[in-house]
């Protein structure tokens, strides 16, 4: 594969495109000073770029800027985007190579909704969660990586709106607590369901933002404690994140 635009002039106007995405309304000159260009090729590549509609140019200040056309054409794209589309193969990935059941859940007000589910194979004890099924953030590992990626007054209202109960022995119902456990996430970069949901079963999440960098997913590792030991914890917890940066990626 070559390294090099086999079309100069394409690479060019790309390239007049991605610096003005970054600076913002500039004149002719300073666009020039970017480029390293000549006045006359950087304003063949700008008359160019406004005959196409992706440039306008202020009639007052005389500097050019992008228009909404590339916007119009991202929405586009992401309209045909489906985050599962992207996620899944990852997941079922995971789920394949750890051997546990693999959750993933968008955020909803105070609960995260279950939007895919992997089964392991190779396991016969079965994770009773069904997609389209709801758990609170308060006390689920999807809800508190997604919650530590939040700002301290979406925390504290998340908690006081929820139903705070002791679902079981485990669950955090101390808010001063619960904050303690969400330092720790963000120092850790990962999130635990130490039996705080349901007993037996132990859940290491990590957070997933959407395409404008929004807290809006998680997925989860999960499974019965006889599997989830401290130190296995800390096997999953270096392949999780390792997950978590290859579907970022693909999201960019």
Not at 167 to 190: C, N, R
């Amino acid at each position: 594969m070559e390294n090099k635009n086999p079309i100069q002039v394409a690479d060019r106007l790309f390239l007049v495109m991605e610096i003005l995405a970054e600076t913002g309304p500039v004149t002719l000159a300073e666009l020039c000073s970017h480029l390293d260009l000549n006045k006359s090729t950087v304003h063949r590549l700008l008359s160019s770029l406004i005959y196409m509609e992706y440039v306008k140019q202020d009639s007052e200040t005389g500097k050019y800027a992008l228009s909404f056309k590339l916007l119009n054409l991202s929405n586009k794209l992401l309209s045909h985007i489906d985050i599962l589309d992207t996620v899944r193969p990852c997941l079922r990935k995971l789920s394949a190579e750890i051997g546990e059941t693999v959750h993933f859940v968008q955020l909803d007000g105070l609960d995260a909704v279950y939007i895919c589910k992997e089964e392991s194979q190779q396991n016969s004890i079965r994770m009773v969660s069904k997609v389209g099924s709801r758990i609170p953030l308060y006390c689920s590992g999807v809800g508190k990586a997604m919650m530590a990626d939040m700002d301290s007054t979406r925390i504290q209202t998340i908690w006081y709106d929820s139903d705070i109960k002791k679902l079981t022995p485990h669950t955090i119902i101390d808010y001063t607590q619960f904050l303690e456990k969400i330092k720790e996430v963000s120092t850790k970069g990962y999130a635990l369901d130490d039996e705080e949901n349901e007993l037996g079963v132990r859940c290491i999440a990590v957070s997933i933002p959407d395409y404008k960098g929004r807290t809006k997913y998680a997925f989860s590792v999960s499974a019965p404690i006889g599997r989830m030991s401290d130190e296995r914890i800390e096997e999953l917890a270096k392949i999780v994140l390792e997950v978590k940066e290859e579907i970022c990626r693909c999201m960019k």
